[in-house]
């Protein structure tokens, strides 16, 4: 039931731009994006709640098709401060569940 | 400035031991979440409050973890007897559900 993220991991060098894409095998009604740094807690990015929503967070933002059961995160110009490891997250079944997370590094 | 209080930030304790972990949700806030981190298993959920009520706790080994919360300052997370396989970073987080969750910085627990 885990969503699945897809790349597992990518690196960039900045300014490059990537995609995160996260899919389900179940419906999803709505999709919280995460980032967490290395030795620290998640830190929240974004939420998405209805089918086809974009919303962005400095430059980075993401898209949700509900029809497709999948979110994507966009990262345009990426920084060194972007490093670390994306989560997508959803309720399914009434229960909270993390995506399998993408490794992102952002060399200089 | 809000933010999600967890303490003890470290724990070592001797298997059996009972451990407890605590956490100050943001005031106002009316969703609780306790999750356990481990580089096998990734981030998982182990227990969520809505309005103090336990909404889900099925991530939890029931037999040895208990969650609580005994009023809307305080959330608990106990194990006992601890094994070394609870090793892990135990994350608290709370949000205004459907909304964003802010995470505590975590309870690093090892089971010696």
């Known amino acids: 039931q885990q969503p699945v993220q897809s790349p597992q991991a990518v690196i960039l060098r900045e300014g490059e731009d990537a995609v995160i894409n996260c899919s389900s095998s179940?419906?999803?009604?709505?999709v919280h994006w995460y980032r967490q740094k290395h030795g620290e807690a998640p830190v929240f990015l974004m939420i998405?709640?209805?089918?086809?929503e974009q919303k962005g967070h400095e430059k980075i933002s993401a898209s949700f098709n509900e029809k497709k059961q999948q979110s994507s995160l966009y990262l345009t110009a990426s920084q060194l401060s972007y490093s670390g490891t994306y989560f997508c997250?959803?309720?399914?079944?009434?229960?909270?569940?993390f995506g399998t997370g993408t490794r992102l590094k952002v060399l200089a | 400035d809000a933010r999600v209080t967890q303490t003890p930030r470290h724990k070592v304790t001797e298997m059996g031991q009972e451990v407890t972990m605590r956490c100050q949700p943001i005031?106002?806030?009316?969703?609780v979440f306790w999750y356990r981190q481990t580089m096998m298993q990734g981030l998982e959920l182990l227990a969520y409050?809505?309005?103090?009520?336990?909404?889900?706790d099925s991530g939890m080994p029931k037999d040895r973890f208990s969650a609580e919360m005994p009023d809307a300052t305080l959330a608990t997370l106990k194990i006992q007897p601890s094994e070394p396989r609870d090793s892990a970073v135990y994350f608290c987080?709370?949000?205004?559900?459907?909304?964003?969750?802010?995470f505590g910085q975590g309870t690093r627990l090892t089971v010696v």
């Open positions: 987080a709370s949000g205004i559900y459907p909304g964003e969750a802010f």
């Open positions: 179940k419906a999803l009604y709505s």
């Open positions: 998405l709640l209805k089918g086809g």
């Open positions: 997250g959803t309720e399914i079944y009434s229960k909270y569940i």
């Open positions: 005031l106002g806030h009316n969703t």
């Open positions: 409050f809505r309005n103090r009520a336990p909404l889900d």
